[in-house]
Nanobody, 115 residues
């Protein structure tokens, strides 16, 4: 069973930075991609950033140039470096791991950006 644990969320003032971490355990058959999604109150859960097993990355237009996704393969960990944060970035951020047959989610970590 795959488990994902996020950390690094918190309260930050607009213009500040945070780094989120997601550590995966129980990966036995590899994965296609890992990524970050976010869900603000009253809104759907949307993709923020994605990194494939081959190292390719994709970003939502709203975070391009501000957020960077990276990984540490030795630790089965992905990171989301968030710079120049805006109040609109406020959301619960969820780590995601996709395999051929199933998708796994972390419990979420709250990011709040004050104006």
């Amino acid at each position: 069973q795959v488990q994902l644990v996020e950390s690094g969320g918190g309260l930050v003032q607009a213009g500040g930075s945070l780094r989120l971490s997601c550590t995966a355990s129980g990966i036995l058959f590899g994965f296609n991609a890992m990524g970050w999604y976010r869900q603000a109150p009253g809104k759907q859960r949307d993709l923020v950033a994605l990194i494939t097993s081959g190292g390719s990355t994709n970003y939502a237009d709203s975070v391009k140039g501000r957020f960077t996704i990276s990984r540490n393969d030795a630790k089965d960990t992905v990171y989301l470096q968030m710079n120049s944060l805006k109040p609109d970035d406020t959301a619960v951020y969820y780590c995601n791991l996709g395999q051929e047959r199933y998708t796994y989610w972390g419990q979420g970590t709250q990011v709040t950006v004050s104006s």
